[in-house]
């Protein structure tokens, strides 16, 4: 039984470049959300995607913008890349619903920005 | 005020005794609470949640609630050193859907 698997492990960019980072959820879940964990800090809410469509969303610019196929898994952009989007990168998947379900994270991807 | 509050620690422990994590959060309407264990350079692994007032065991973890003072707490027995991690406690948002907010986390160091 796969779990929440992310794409890239790691990944250096510059200022004002964009990225992609990729999440597939684990099998049978149907909820994806982002978060964001800088460095001694516990993760941050980006959004989160259902049935295709982004239902929430926490304080995060227009920069930050996502994606979620017919198959559950899930695109997070980001444009115009900042020195302090440096972070680590978490996927988490659930079932949707009423959102009682407990998520699950992926490895995350870790963005470095130079 | 924040809205989940933790100790940053770190909470050093002996092996072999009982490790106390606390947290409290600010949104009364809150229902569900997540424990979650991150190892360094690694991602939270989910550990506990509970839903309802009082005590839920899981083997070495016990999980507590208590709403009406706004306060969870996780109980480790029999600490190893194995345990030693971050502990992030995590309040599910009122509103219907699945956002989940943390709070910084307690580092917890288990010592032989």
């Known amino acids: 039984d796969a779990g929440v698997t992310q794409s890239p492990t790691h990944l250096i960019k510059t200022r004002g470049q964009q990225v992609t980072l990729r999440c597939s959820p684990k099998?049978?879940?149907?909820?994806v959300s982002w978060y964001q964990q800088a460095l001694g800090q516990g993760p941050q809410f980006i959004f989160q995607y259902y049935e295709e469509e982004e239902r929430q969303r926490g304080n995060f610019p227009d920069r930050f913008s996502g994606h979620q196929f017919p198959n559950y898994s899930s695109e997070l952009n980001v444009n115009a890349l900042l020195l302090g989007d440096s972070a680590l990168y978490l996927c988490a998947s659930s079932l949707g619903g009423q959102g009682t379900q407990p998520q699950h994270f992926g490895d995350g991807t870790r963005l470095s920005i130079l | 005020q924040k809205e989940v509050e933790q100790n940053s620690g770190p909470l050093s422990v002996p092996e072999g005794a009982i490790a106390s994590l606390n947290c409290t959060y600010s949104?009364?309407?809150?229902?569900?609470f997540f424990w979650y264990r991150q190892y360094s350079g690694k991602s939270p692994e989910l550990i506990m949640f509970?839903?309802?007032?009082g005590d839920k065991e899981d083997g070495r973890f016990t999980a507590q609630l208590n709403k009406a003072s706004q306060y969870v707490s996780l109980l480790i027995r029999d600490s190893q050193p194995s345990d030693s991690a971050t502990y992030l406690c995590a309040v599910k948002g009122t509103g219907g859907y699945n956002k989940l907010i943390f709070g910084a986390g307690t580092r917890l160091a288990v010592h032989p």
């Open positions: 949104d009364r309407g809150s229902q569900s």
């Open positions: 509970i839903y309802s007032n």
């Open positions: 099998s049978g879940h149907d909820t």
